[in-house]
């Protein structure tokens, strides 16, 4: 039976989502890879343990996590059931519709038909009754905005979810939406978006600000760049890696060797601050005021403890963050 560590909340930082009531843990847990039906399950359910025992209580899920798309949902179900039910009030699970997830016209993007049919199937999935955060996981161009917002909404006052997020919305669309949910007073708190070092859009497109400027939450994913911010690539690109099949723009031809050069050195700042560069990575993400959760993915639960001391050391000298922004300076845009 599975006791959680009664220390778990002593190390761990909890943020305010926006300007909500909800705080998140600093640092999440995301189901993208590593939790289907392909993955070994009991290596699953000690990552989870690892994670709350450290004081993660952001456990991010969406309908099509796999593969098989849906079995991430199933997989945490079993975990919920047989490990973690006496601790769901101490924890934030959230899922997402858009993405293709069924056959046929209704099993993407952001009908009401969909949003609803989804919510219903990943509550069962994972054996809940509610979700904490329910996200609309990319914005319909064949959807008015009002459908989407009111399915959401509908979420909420039927008590399938506490609250409401977007993901990968562009400023316009969010501003759009967030006009919508303000009139509905739907309790909008959060926008997923995938930042990194090597992958600041949400700088360059003003999104970053638009959050800033309507208080609300941001959390952040990929924070590795398909790992390419890690000691794996400090001597090339693995032929078995991710990131070597990715279409990055970093990996392209003409770009590879300014990118593996960029990698070794913030690899070094990284070891000036007594960091790993995925701590590194974490940590600027983390020294964004905006940034109220960065999501990390895990494959053992060694390399979740290796993220975690990130915490370590998440303040950065002018003279830094200089270093940092001239090295990426030249970098392709994501």
Known sequence: MYLADEHRYDAMQYRRSGNSGLKLSAIGL???????????FD???????????????????ANNY???????ETNFGRIMSRDMRPYRDEMVITSKAGYLMWPGPYGEWGSRKNIIASANQSLKRMQLDYVDIFYSHRPDPNTPLEETALALDQLVHQGKALYIGISNYDPQQTKAIKAIFDDLHTPYIVHQSRYSLFDRHIDSNGLLQTLTDEQTGLVTFSPLA???????????????????KSTSPFLHEDNVEHTLSTVK??????????????QMAIAWLLHQPVVSC??????????????LKAFANTDFSADEINQITALLAKMPQA
Request: proline content about 6%.
């Open 66 to 72: 796999g593969p098989e798309p849906g079995s991430a």
């Open 294 to 307: 960065v999501l990390v993915g895990a494959s053992r639960p060694s390399q979740l403890q290796d993220n």
């Open 265 to 278: 050195a913030l690899n070094e700042l990284a070891q000036q601050r007594g960091q790993s560069l995925a």
């Open 30 to 40: 995301g189901f993208w890879h590593n939790f289907g039906s392909v993955d070994p």
């Open 226 to 244: 398909q790992g390419l911010l890690t000691d794996r690539y400090l001597n090339g690109i693995p032929a078995d890696s991710r990131a070597h």
């Open 43 to 61: 290596n699953q359910r000690a990552i989870v343990h690892t994670a709350f025992d450290a004081g993660i209580t952001y456990f991010d899920l």
